[in-house]
């Protein structure tokens, strides 16, 4: 039961995780993690380290020349090169890992098939209501202007396609930034 509530605790979006919590997010120890917060890594007064500063601190501060201090004799200096850096580029990919998660968890990132569906619907619903607005738009104009209703529908319905699809021909970051 125990193992659960934990389990949940980490799921939540609170931005304050426990040492142990915290290690298990990055994938370190919670050993290594007090290390860490000797070297720097920044604590709350409660003791718990806030998830972003953490990880951005992780990200900017992970020593790859701390590794291999256990007091074994270093193998030769391309194979311990090596090794240093395949491991200093692991750490930092199960940084950025757990920083994408927690990013996730706070909501700052969708998915890519989500936002797709979302703009594909917005851009059909779009569509279909300028067409509409064509129907509804072209006998009122023809009356107005005293012009055939059906030649008036023809040729808005003809400049409007034309619109269109020149606006779909339009790559989107020709659309600005929606600020």
């Not at 992780?58 to 701390?66: K, M, S, T, V, W």
């Not at 979302?118 to 569509?127: D, H, K, L, Q, S």
């Not at 607005?133 to 055939?148: F, M």
Request: net charge positive; glycine share 8%.
């Amino acid at each position: 039961m125990a193992r659960q509530r934990q389990g949940a605790e980490m799921t939540k979006l609170d931005s304050a995780e426990t040492k142990t919590a915290f290690a298990a997010r990055v994938g370190l120890t919670k050993g290594r993690i007090s290390q860490l917060v000797a070297e720097g890594l920044p604590v709350r007064p409660d003791g718990k380290i806030d998830v972003a500063v953490g990880l951005a601190w992780i990200e900017d501060n992970l020593d790859p020349a701390r590794r291999n201090k256990g007091g074994a004799s270093p193998a030769p200096a391309r194979v311990s090169t090596t090794l240093a850096e395949a491991k200093r580029l692991h750490e930092i990919v199960k940084v950025q890992r757990a920083k994408l998660a927690f990013e996730k968890e706070q909501g700052l990132l969708v998915e890519t098939a989500a936002a797709t569906r979302t703009v594909f619907a917005r851009a059909r619903a779009e569509r279909d209501a300028h067409m509409a607005w064509v129907q509804r738009t072209a006998p009122l104009l023809a009356a107005e202007v005293g012009a055939d209703p059906r030649a008036t529908f023809a040729a808005l319905d003809r400049m409007m396609r034309e619109h269109l699809e020149h606006l779909a021909d339009l790559p989107l970051g020709s659309f600005g930034d929606g600020a």
